[in-house]
Nanobody, 124 residues
Framework: QVQLVESGGGLVQAGGSLRLSCAAS????????????MGWFRQAPGKEREFVAAISWTGSGTRYADSAKGRFTISRDNAKNTMYLQMNSLKPEDTAVYYCNSGAPRVDLIGPYWGPGTQVTVSS
């Protein structure tokens, strides 16, 4: 079983930055973190969970939501079993619980594994 744990959320003023981390452990079907595509999603109060960014298992392929392009950067360190989301120029509308996702066969799909989430709050 794959376990994911997010960290790095918090309260920040508009225009500020945060870096989220997603630490992975365990394995499923004989595969470990380094062989999985990964992604970030977020859910604001009263809204559906939405895609933010994704990265291929090699790290060479990335994909971003329009709202994240130019401000957020997704990356991963397979040696540390950790994925990151660097968020710059944060806006109040970025306020949400951010979730780590893993196990998708392609970066444009959603995997079966989720972390518990980390709260990001951006004040105006």
């Amino acid at each position: 079983q794959v376990q994911l744990v997010e960290s790095g959320g918090g309260l920040v003023q508009a225009g500020g930055s945060l870096r989220l981390s997603c630490a992975a452990s365990g394995r499923a079907s004989g595969r470990t973190f380094s062989s999985y595509n990964m992604g970030w999603f977020r859910q604001a109060p009263g809204k559906e969970r939405e895609f933010v960014a994704a990265i291929s298992w090699t790290g060479s392929g990335t994909r971003y939501a329009d709202s994240a392009k130019g401000r957020f950067t997704i990356s991963r360190d397979n040696a540390k079993n950790t994925m990151y989301l660097q968020m710059n120029s944060l806006k109040p509308e970025d306020t949400a619980v951010y979730y780590c996702n893993s196990g998708a066969p392609r970066v444009d799909l959603i995997g079966p594994y989720w972390g518990p989430g980390t709260q990001v709050t951006v004040s105006s």
